[in-house]
């Protein structure tokens, strides 16, 4: 592993809500104060609920959004700085694979031709040999060579998103933000799909930010990992450390509530955690998870914790942090 | 070629005809148009003059060719003209916004406040009658059409995945609009073109009528019926060819670019028509509640259950032999991916089936609070409506759709509960608050007047299962209820419908869920189904400690739990109803398959007396 390829600095969108006919705008950030890097052959994971802000951290990470502070830095180039026909062949390192496989794909065109648009656009390779190269990247994908005449609604979800994979492909990225790519395809599915993506990173060296809220998916898929909430990071490190003995409490309550196949001794009702995600227009002072939080105390509502290093390369906002095992069958 | 092409056929080789004698009308050997014969002027038609002649003794065929030439060229051409520059103008407000979206769309808008009529008007007056300023004065009329109708439909298109997917790849965006934007703009822009040229054939013929259009001895549509207005008493005739041609040469083209919208659309047009207008069902008549003496045991024995699609192309089998017994106080889940049938058999147990589908053999036997057992597969609308909410209740997995958005939640509740009790308002309001306070919903005293948009997801989940236990039903089946929602209300869910079986006591519970994980937290027994089967069935520990069928097994191991470096995958998808595979349905990606695998649907075996599996060779592979 080299230096890191993607580096986000204090990374923030705000989108400010009027609230009435006559409010005055309130800021409402989706996404704030987030500090992140990427390396190559890396597959960082971010995990948290609906409302979190892990879907505009991928944008922006992608460099779909503009972030209202802080900076993208690609390959020591910050995204902002780069405008137009260069900003366009810099796109071509950075592939997206998105959530919804019927929506991500045209459903006018076929899909080698889709496959294709990305070998023309950065003339990937020579106009005559197109054809091939989109054969070769559905093979690698494992679809079969007379799927490219067909069109995305004769494949099942599964298929699809093979396709939208071998189009992200297709440019031979160095970076892919993966959103929550498997959560709509069915369990013997997801297993094919998360075993391709690993195989890619393997054989392609990529660096990837997986954005998922299956925590099952994420431990199995991700060296890094990343715990979202209300916006922040609460928690950051190897995947090992984080799900194995989480240091904040969100985490911990997070893989509690989180089902799983093996019985575990302590009642579900113990385990589970009370209230709901805080409205973003309206955060909590101090820590934004002390609301439902089942050891915070008065001290938390004081100010946000920052997130102090636990050991190497591990990290958690808490003033309470500290390595706790859980009950999680390995 | 499918039905959609099929159904271009008609109206292309009509608009080819008209298209055909228009163009080839110089060719054609038709009487010179101005060549008067005033002895034979209003003479009827015969085989010299086939539709008759005019006022001045010209012949009318020939007349109605050239003019449909002129009508129709002043119709298109500017209807074309328009359309290119306001889908041009549509296109760039729509994906680029903001300062872009001013100077096109809304300036054109401008154009939209001024009277059609009007705005022709002024530029014939300019620039003079004439087929030309014509054809300026409608284009100029028509292009902010267009480009409103491009630009809302650019507005929608440019949000999804796939536009932004262009936009990741790089493309730039004149590129993404030509191939991407346009072709899914498409169908709203067919149908406006249809709509335009038919209005400016009209108004072509009104301002021709007006005498600002086309300038006389020049046939034209709208000038005939000029002429031949004046002329009605002598031969009404006159009046009709114009008419007829203008209307068939409208209805043609509106009919034509109907039709081409639905060949284009890439994922083909279903059958359609009315419901009522669909042949009758061969279903079993629905029989009367057979009430037969109670045997006091199952709450509910489903046996052999099949759902049969009634589709155009004869029956399909979506659900087969299905059976399974829910004891009281018992919480069986049904688990299955997607087209399973799981979701089926549980909308056939509260009869919520579609239309389109019936039950189409077995039994459901359900036994009653009142002792008497009834036979849930044979019920008709009125005799499921005593027993929905009382009896048998459902929770969905979608609580957004599931409530009217429009009444509060204790207007919901209420209406519930009325339906089968009758108390007056002060208890029924103290029995909706404690409901909701039994649900867990915060605050119950205040939420009883919210509206559903004022929940959120997991409150709504928690107000829906109110509803739904409101008048304390025996069976309660529950439709991937938490599938929509976050880890932590996932749980705080699932520890609800745990309390609630605890606290009413009877209670079945049927969970019907593709997530294995939630199955292992709350199911007693789990039925496990495939391709519309049902593959396997056990108390659940038993079950996920030992699959006794591959498809079991293979499911439990693809899940992401447990240490294992790479996930096992079934290879391939699921079937299609249309395409079943012969024998075991699951044989095309099992490892084990051997060739008596396909050669019959293997029997129901019974590896101990409360497991089931559909395998001929469990006791070797698992």
């Known amino acids: 592993m080299t230096g890191p390829l993607v580096q986000a600095h204090g990374l923030g969108r705000n989108f400010p809500m009027r609230q009435g006919l006559l409010g005055r705008p309130r800021d409402v950030w989706a996404v704030r104060d987030v500090d992140l890097t990427v390396a190559r ?3 960082l994971g971010v995990v948290g609920e609906s409302g979190c802000g892990k879907s505009t951290l991928g944008r922006m990470m992608m460099g779909l959004d503009a972030p209202t502070t802080g900076s993208v830095e690609f390959d020591g180039r910050d995204l902002a700085d780069v405008k137009g026909g260069e900003r366009r062949r810099l796109a071509r390192r950075m592939q997206m694979v998105f959530q919804d496989p019927f929506g991500s794909l045209d459903p006018r065109r076929s899909v080698g031709a889709q496959i294709a648009d990305g070998l023309r656009i950065h003339n990937i390779v020579p106009s005559d040999k197109i054809a091939e190269e989109v054969l070769r990247l559905t093979e690698q994908v494992g679809l079969s060579p007379e799927s490219v005449r067909r069109r995305p609604h004769e494949f099942s979800g599964g298929q699809r998103q093979r396709v939208a994979i071998a189009r992200a492909l297709a440019t031979r990225p160095d970076f892919i933000v993966a959103d929550e790519p498997v959560s709509a395809l069915d369990v013997s599915i997801q297993a094919q799909v998360v075993n391709l993506l690993m195989d890619l990173r393997q054989d392609l060296d990529l660096a990837m930010l997986f954005i998922s809220h299956d925590l099952h998916v994420v431990r199995h898929l991700c060296n890094r990992i990343v715990v979202m909430y209300l916006g922040r990071i609460v928690e950051e490190g190897p995947a090992a450390k984080v799900f194995g003995t989480p240091a904040h409490p969100y985490t911990r309550a997070l893989l509690e509530s989180t089902p799983s196949l093996e019985p575990r001794h302590a009642a579900l009702g113990d385990r589970v955690l009370p209230g709901e995600l805080p409205s973003p227009m309206n955060p909590p002072s101090g820590c934004p998870f002390r609301t439902r939080c089942p050891i915070a105390e008065p001290a938390c509502a004081q100010a946000v914790p920052p997130l102090t290093p636990q050991e190497d390369g591990w990290r958690a906002a808490c003033i309470k942090a500290g390595p706790v095992k859980i009950a999680e069958p390995a | 070629m499918n039905r959609a092409q099929r159904k271009l056929i008609l109206p292309t080789a009509i608009a080819a005809i008209i298209a055909a004698l228009v163009l080839l009308a ?26 008759g002649q005019d006022e001045f003794g010209r012949d009318v065929l020939s007349r109605l060719i050239w003019g449909g030439r002129a009508s129709l060229f002043i119709a298109i051409g500017s209807a074309l003209a328009a359309a290119v520059i306001g889908t041009t103008l549509g296109l760039l407000g729509g994906f680029f916004r903001g ?7 809304r300036f054109s808008e401008v154009i939209l406040c001024l009277p059609p009529l009007l705005l022709a008007l002024l530029v014939v007056t300019i620039l003079g009658a004439g087929t030309w300023p014509l054809i300026l004065a409608l284009t100029l009329l028509y292009t902010p059409n267009y480009a409103r109708v491009v630009y809302a439909a650019t507005l929608q298109v440019r949000s999804l995945d796939f536009v932004t997917a262009q936009t990741a790849m790089g493309a730039h965006p004149v590129q993404i609009l030509a191939r991407t934007v346009l072709p899914n703009i498409l169908p709203p822009l067919l149908v406006q073109m249809s709509l335009v040229v038919a209005s400016a054939m009209v108004i072509e013929s009104g301002l021709s009528f007006l005498g600002l259009g086309v300038v006389p001895p020049t046939p034209s549509w709208g000038l005939m019926i000029r002429a031949a207005r004046g002329a009605m008493e002598q031969q009404w005739l006159l009046l009709v060819w114009p008419s007829l041609a203008l209307a068939g040469t409208i209805l043609t083209f509106n009919l034509l670019c109907d039709r081409l919208q639905s060949a284009l659309d890439p994922r083909g047009v279903t059958g359609g028509g009315a419901l009522w207008l669909r042949r009758g069902r061969n279903a079993p008549a629905p029989t009367p509640v057979a009430k037969v003496a109670a045997e006091a045991d199952a709450l509910l024995r489903v046996e052999d259950m099949s ?16 059976s399974f017994t829910v004891m009281p106080g018992e919480t069986r889940a049904i688990v299955g991916e997607s087209g399973s049938g799981k979701t089926l058999t549980g909308l056939a147990l509260t009869g919520l089936l579609p239309d389109v589908l019936s039950i189409s053999g077995g039994r459901a036997l359900f036994n009653t609070r009142d002792g008497t057992q009834v036979d849930l597969s044979k019920l008709d609308e009125d005799a499921f409506r005593t027993l929905r909410g009382r009896e048998v209740s459902m929770v969905f997995q979608d609580a957004a759709a599931a409530l009217n958005p429009v009444l509060r939640i204790g207007e919901q509740l209420g209406e519930a509960i009325r339906a089968h009790n009758d108390i007056d308002d002060a208890a029924l309001n103290k029995r909706v608050v404690a409901l909701l306070r039994q649900v867990g919903l915060p605050d119950p005293e205040s939420r009883v007047r919210s509206y559903p948009h004022e929940l959120s997801g997991g409150q709504r989940q928690r107000a829906m299962i109110a509803v739904a236990v409101a008048n304390e039903p025996r069976l309660l089946i529950a439709d991937e209820p938490t599938t929509a929602l976050d880890p932590t ?29 939630v199955v292992a937290e709350i199911a007693d027994q789990v039925t496990v189904m495939y391709a519309g089967e049902v593959v396997e069935e056990g108390p659940v520990d038993q079950v996920f400690a030992r699959p006794r069928h591959p498809y079991t097994a293979a499911l439990i191991a693809s899940v992401p739990e447990g240490g294992a470096d790479r996930l096992v995958a079934i290879p391939g998808t699921v079937p299609t109803p249309h395409n079943m595979p012969p024998g075991c349905r699951f044989a095309p990606r099992c490892d084990h398959a051997i060739a008596a695998c396909s050669a019959a649907m293997p029997d129901i075996e019974r590896p101990a007396p409360d497991r089931r599996t559909r395998c001929i060779r469990w006791e070797e592979v698992t």
């Open chain 1, 41 to 43: 052959g890396e597959t």
């Open chain 2, 26 to 51: 110089p060719f054609l050997p038709l009487a010179d148009v101005r060549l008067m014969d005033i002895p034979g002027r209003f003479s009827a038609p015969s085989s010299e003059h086939w539709l």
């Open chain 2, 99 to 105: 300062f872009v979206e001013v100077i096109t769309v």
């Open chain 2, 307 to 322: 759902i049969r699609l009634h589709a155009e192309t004869g029956m399909i089998e979506l659900v087969r032999g299905v």
């Open chain 2, 489 to 517: 209300i996932q749980a705080q869910i699932l520890t609800l419908f745990q309390t609630l079986k605890d606290e009413t006591e009877g209670m079945g519970l049927i969970f019907v869920t593709h997530d294995l994980a």
